[in-house]
């Protein structure tokens, strides 16, 4: 992950995210929940997509924000205005957010289960959290293309 990279001002490119969500991510989960694949191998196809394609889209969101706002990137107190110019920014807010918390239950598996499959975890609702954030993160981003 580089933080040199260009990243676009503008409306982040949640189409190209979306297909490349689709590519990667979708058949990594559908084998993992199926348990043709370990937890590691979950992890390792999700960490260059997350590095990568999700990375430079959340750049471009926070670059969204920051110029739509006129943030200098420090913790502000309290919640966005709701003012149309924070419109853009504001829609893609939680695509970031499911993606940041899908990682951290990647992490989570993959610590846990290592070599292993879903079937060998002592929390059964973790094969539920991550089937319903797979999908739901599909809905948000596919209601976002435009």
Known sequence: MTTDAPAETGAPDVRSLLAKYREVVVPAA?????????????????RPYY?????????????????ASGSDGRLESGTPEADPKHEVPL???????????????IEVLAIELGDQTIAKTEIRERKVDLAHIVDRLDALMASLVE
Not at 30 to 46: C, D, I, M, Y
């Open 30 to 46: 559908v084998n993992f929940l199926g348990e043709r694949t370990s937890a590691n191998e979950l992890r390792e196809l999700w």
């Open 51 to 67: 590095n990568g394609e999700f990375y430079n889209y959340d750049l471009t969101v926070e670059r969204s924000w920051r110029q």
């Open 91 to 105: 829609k893609h807010f939680p695509v970031s957010t499911a993606h940041n918390n899908m990682d951290r239950l």
